[in-house]
């Protein structure tokens, strides 16, 4: 992420018109910022990877690029581009599923299903046999995770959490699920409808990862890049999200996100309004003054920042884990438990979270705490954070962590073995005081 611009490093400005692309779509514009939090150089760069090593695209603003380094770019972009077509995919899946079992084979090297006629391009390479129906609906199983935590991120909600999240959205009323960068979810959703006549709800997956079309339709996954808003599919795919939004038969409508922990708040924040804009401009009676209704699904030490573009966002107490992280697992005590939290524009009295898992009515409050948040009279807040049980400081005026202690060189809780060096607020983006990241005149999206 970004550093705070005042101690120098690189800040985000956001998306920009004309902006340049590499092959996860246009770049974002970024500035270098020096020591005293002067502005430096802008310059555009990949808007997924935060790793030069995963996508090297790099351009100055100002920079004058030849005829010849266009034609390349273009080049370049376009041999990066997956081998098959999303609608070539759904052919091969119609002619994949008619094949008998003992033809049905899966490329674990080139992670792709293959036809028979296929089989001796790839007669060297690791594969599975045999796919059966229920491998075919669960492809995130079949997939091996794509771990970059900046880009990708795969980690996998558990099948605890997938059913929660499922029950939560009956219960509430909502039939439709905007799943974005939620696979196992959508997965879930997927293979109950085409297995329950009474399910009623239907979900569109937008993915980064492309390899999801080989198992989708064109009205069930789109290829898209949250980071920037990008369909790679183009106005065409554009144009099935927002008929997905249109809440036709009053059939309501949730997003649900759980994007990279180490991906840029500010770039994400820009994409997920530009979604609830899209939701708005369905023209449903109402929508111009409400929100599209969507779960953020993020670690809790993010909830700052997160208020910032959404004010009218709250943090629930429910440990989200994943079948593929050695820490984010729920059930585990002290600091060992799973930071990863729901952030939700809902009225949090609705989010009804699972009293047999230990959490709690608290009527103060009007929402559903872990066991161990205990409201603070002085706070009038249940106000823990991570799961432990906080302790309130007279001098903060505030609850704190349990293993933090009032330092008084810095006037301020902290960790007892910390260093006392304190630095004024600033503004994360620009640096400068006075106003929040999410109102920096620098940011060119809102």
Known sequence: AARAAGLGGIALLGPAPGAPSCPHGPALLFVKT????????????????????DCNFFQWEDEKVSETRLAAREEYNRNHQPSFTHRQNVERYKNFVLLPLSKRRFCQECQQ?????????????????????????????????LENKKTNAQYLFADRSCQFLLKLFTD???????SVGTPRLHEMIQSKASQEKDFRIRSLLLDIDFRYSQFYTEDEFCHYNMFNDYFFGGEAARETCKRFLYEDNDERVIMVTDPP??????????????????????????????????????????????LDFFPSFSMMDYQVDYDNHALYKHGK??????????????TPSMIVLPVEEGYRFCTVCQRYVSSGNQHCEMCNSCTSKDGRRWKHCVLCKKCVKPSWFHCNNCNCCALQNHSCEKTDAAC?????????????PSLSCT
């Open 333 to 346: 005590t002290g600091r060992r438990q799973s930071p990863v939290r729901i952030f939700t524009n809902l």
């Open 34 to 53: 020096s020591q005293g939090g002067e502005e430096g150089r802008r310059f555009y760069a990949c808007s997924a990877c935060r790793d030069r090593k």
């Open 261 to 306: 922990f180490g991906g840029l708040v500010e770039a994400l924040a820009c994409s997920f309004k530009k979604l609830m804009t899209m939701w708005k401009e369905t023209g449903k009676e109402g929508h111009d003054n409400k929100e599209m209704p969507m779960f953020w699904i993020f670690p809790y030490f993010f909830e700052s920042r997160i």
């Open 113 to 145: 299903l293959l036809l028979p006629e296929e089989w001796e391009k790839h007669s060297d390479h690791q594969f599975l046999c045999d796919i059966s129906t229920a491998q075919l609906r669960s492809p995130s199983q079949l997939l091996y995770p």
């Open 428 to 440: 994360f983006v620009c640096g400068k005081a006075g106003h929040k990241r999410s109102a920096c």
């Open 172 to 178: 509430l009323g909502f039939r439709r699920v905007l």
